[in-house]
């Protein structure tokens, strides 16, 4: 397993539970779409599972370590849902910083092919400053797919990037979750996860509701969209 | 650790209440008394602030430590107080703390 | 045009100094924000009660005329300080700029706003200013002190301050015009620089001509002391007319010279190899360089030290210090750089990393200037000193950026910091002064304080990433 979550609960304030009791495993080779209505939990359980929150309750191991070790921080990536980037670089100085924070290089002549494949050409010596809100994210996407982490975490990162840029997306992904290397994709793109992933982890007020493979899911509901209707529908027969 | 954050808090901010005292008790005695000739002490008798003759006719004024007792006193008072009112805060924010947990189990 | 939306503008740039200044880093603590108005109030009680004491014992109804006149013929310059601090902290706040871009307003109402806004921390700080002074003056000179103060420093002070936004304005428009706008960062502190040159000659040239006439008894003309010789001769009424005429027209002008839309300021420039990027104080170093306030800093402490070299002035090199000012924007600026990666630095990494950058920053800068001091005749012992002085500036002016963040484009926060320590710092110089203590005793004193002062930099920054990460509740 590349990722183990157990029992997890978190609460930003004592009296207000974020995450109740979460548990689950991520195994190599799997892309992971991780959904759930906005306040869900989703980003507070990806930012735990980064350790950019303290972890209280449970335990999250990556790699069979503890995840706030050293080895775990070089096992994973992680890409936030906004745009803050060091804008004082360009975006190759970006990546080459990237680089040598995980102890490794950029092949010069890769990271040229993904600028071009991102619509990106001849814009990687431009200062950060200088990109437009679609083209950060390319650029962190760019990071992730050349460095190759054994889990990369996207937290809505396509969000505000072009329909070619999707769609280069979408292969990428998927030669990004091979050889023992895994993805969890946060995004609210149902159509986009059911391409992409194998997995489905569904989030509602902090609990798992739905932990199953996709195959098991189109079985069931026919698609991930009408799963989470079905859900939605359930609750609100559910207030008073 | 936290007790030798908070004594490093209070003789910081004893040190600096001292001197800002001492600054602004000096000013308020320079230009509050005018200027007649004479020693002038303030600062609770620790500093003195003096207006002389010079040699050349010309008014010469000077200041300094009078008795260092009152100064050191001060800052020991001011760094004592301020390490007592850190004490008691932590007390409080710990009780708050204790009373907010007991309220939501 | 709709005022209503100008007013509603302002009220949310009132909320933004609020809740992002007053209420973030240190300030987040009531305990800490208590005491901070408690220092701010207690040292204006204690500028008001010295003024009195001082006004009272010392000056008579004449003197306190010459005062009003002086600083009445001084707007000019003073309002230019004033103006030019401002705008360089408001090409720091892109970003609030850019919020206001989502609200339903157009560029002039917008531009009236910022007016308005800017202008209402003009009059609030030319109150606290001159406040305390009138108070006591009225306590010689009668309460008719206080109109006349109106009329001599309130009235020229709001529209010197129309004025200089016209002529900011103005140029804007035409470097956005020759396709320079987004580098208006760089030019435009270099103008303000020349404009406060030519102003202080100015303003010395009025004073003197005012003082001989009104000691002579021969008239004299000073534009901004209109309005007071417009109340002796015909009434306060007029004057005010005359005022509101020249509010309402030097409005108009503002809004007239507004460019018609926004051009983002260029917050980076392309200087240092990227190579530096690879290890964690090269890129606290690009972060630094790259930055258009470093730059400008860096090439006024160039223009100042060949100034000092060519006029041959033989002054230690204390224009180092402008280039360890720095240090407020330093924690702010590097926030990506933590953010960057899920790897947690630690806080002691952070900070070395902040202040070596500086460090080599200054010591690239202290090389010339150092040069051309001792080429002048300046002894190596007072350049060494200068030298210390700035490098306590840079460990001061970190601490300030970590206590009060300049995060999210929101440079304001620190002008509180730079307030509060400067005052701090002031009382515990003239302390020690007083005390007249040992050269030795006063060298370890502010060893000791500057160990305390990084000492509380470590301690921030862990707290600050404490906090981030909910360990702790701020």
């Known amino acids: 397993m590349i990722l183990n979550v157990d029992s997890v609960s978190f609460s930003y304030k004592r009296s207000f539970p974020v995450l109740h009791d979460v548990s689950f495993e991520v195994p190599e080779n799997e892309v992971v779409a991780l959904v759930g209505p906005n306040g869900s939990g989703k980003s507070t359980l990806i930012k735990l599972i980064v350790d950019l929150l303290h972890l209280r309750d449970g335990s999250i191991r990556l790699g069979g370590q503890d995840n706030g070790s050293r080895e775990s921080k070089m096992r994973s990536m992680y890409l936030a849902s906004n745009d803050y980037l060091p804008e004082f670089l360009t975006g190759s100085e970006y990546l080459h910083f990237v680089a040598s924070l995980y102890g490794e290089t950029i092949d010069r002549a890769e990271a040229v092919k993904k600028f071009a494949r991102y619509q990106m050409m001849g814009r990687a010596d431009e200062l950060i400053e200088d990109y437009s809100h679609g083209m950060r994210k390319k650029l962190q996407l760019i990071a992730a797919l050349l460095l190759k982490r054994e889990l990369t975490i996207i937290d809505e990162t396509l969000n505000g990037i072009d329909l070619d840029a999707a769609y280069a997306f979408e292969s990428d992904v998927q030669s990004l979750a091979r050889d023992g290397r895994s993805v969890i994709v946060c995004s609210h793109d149902f159509a986009m996860l059911q391409r992409v992933s194998q997995r489905l982890l569904f989030l509602a007020h902090g609990f798992i509701v739905t932990d199953d493979s996709m195959t098991e899911v189109f079985g069931e509901y026919g698609s991930i969209d009408a799963l989470v209707r079905d859900y939605l529908r359930e609750e609100a027969d559910e207030l008073p | 650790m936290k007790l030798l954050r908070n004594i490093g808090i209070a003789i910081t901010v004893g040190f600096i209440v001292t001197a800002a005292t001492a600054t602004l008790s000096m000013i308020f005695t320079m230009f509050a008394e005018g200027s007649e000739l004479g020693r002038r002490l303030t600062f609770f008798d620790g500093l003195f602030f003096e207006v002389r003759d010079g040699a050349n006719g010309a008014i010469q004024m000077g200041f300094g430590v009078h008795d260092f007792t009152p100064i050191v006193l001060f800052f020991v008072i001011s760094s004592v107080s301020v390490f007592a009112f850190l004490v008691a805060l932590n007390f409080l924010r710990g009780y708050r703390a204790k009373l907010i947990d007991e309220r939501a189990s | 045009m709709s005022f209503r939306s100008t007013l509603i503008l302002v009220r949310f740039l009132l909320t933004f100094i609020n809740r992002r200044v007053f209420g973030r880093g240190i300030l987040r603590s009531k305990t800490a924000k208590t005491a901070a108005i408690a220092i701010a109030l207690t040292a204006f009680v204690g500028y008001g009660l010295l003024t009195v004491v001082v006004v009272r014992q010392y000056f008579d109804a004449e003197i306190v005329e010459i005062l009003l006149l002086s600083g009445g013929a001084a707007t000019p310059f003073w309002v230019l300080i004033a103006y030019t601090i401002v705008r360089v902290l408001f090409l720091k706040a892109d970003q609030l700029t850019q919020l206001t871009f989502m609200l339903p307003a157009t560029n002039r109402e917008r531009t009236l706003a910022f007016a308005i806004f800017e202008a209402l921390m003009v009059v609030g700080a030319s109150l606290i200013t001159f406040g305390a002074f009138i108070i006591a003056a009225a306590t010689i000179s009668g309460f008719s002190i206080i109109w006349r103060a109106v009329a001599a420093i309130f009235f020229p002070t709001i529209l010197c301050y129309l004025l200089f936004s016209i002529v900011y304005l103005g140029v ?154 720095q240090g407020v924007y330093a924690f702010a600026n590097s926030e990506p750089i933590r953010r960057a990666t899920p790897a947690v630095q630690g806080a002691v990494a952070s900070y070395l990393n902040l202040v070596t950058a500086q460090a080599i920053v200054l010591l690239v800068v202290a090389v010339p200037a150092v040069a051309v001091s001792t080429w002048l005749g300046i002894g190596i012992q007072h350049s060494a000193l200068a030298i210390g002085f700035s490098a306590c500036n840079i460990l001061l002016s970190t601490l300030v950026g970590i206590l009060f963040p300049a995060d999210n484009g929101n440079p304001f926060s620190v002008v509180v910091g730079v307030v509060l320590v400067f005052a701090i710092v002031a009382m515990v110089a003239m302390g020690l002064n007083i005390f007249s203590l040992p050269v030795a005793i006063n060298v370890a004193v502010v060893v000791l304080l500057s160990v305390a002062v990084v000492a509380y930099s470590i301690v921030g920054i862990n707290r600050i990433e404490r906090i981030r990460r909910y360990e702790i509740v701020a």
């Open chain 3, 172 to 325: 804007e428009r035409l470097v956005i015009t020759i396709g320079a706008g987004r580098l208006r960062g760089l030019i435009i502190p270099f103008l303000f620089a020349a404009a406060l040159v030519g102003m202080f000659t100015l303003a010395n040239s009025q004073s003197q001509e005012m003082l001989q006439g009104y000691l002579s008894g021969q008239p004299y003309f000073i534009p901004q002391l209109g309005f007071l010789k417009i109340a002796d001769s015909a009434g306060p009424a007029l004057a005010v007319l005359v005022f509101l005429i020249l509010l309402l027209a030097l409005g108009t002008l503002v809004l007239v010279a507004a460019p018609k839309d926004y051009e983002p300021v260029k917050q980076h420039y392309r200087v240092l190899s990227g190579k530096l990027a690879s290890s964690q104080l090269g890129l606290h170093l690009l972060a630094l360089v790259r930055s258009f306030e470093t730059l400008i800093v860096l090439l006024f402490a160039t223009l100042a030290t060949a100034g000092i070299a060519i006029l041959k002035i033989e002054i230690p090199p204390y224009v180092l210090l402008f280039v360890t000012f």
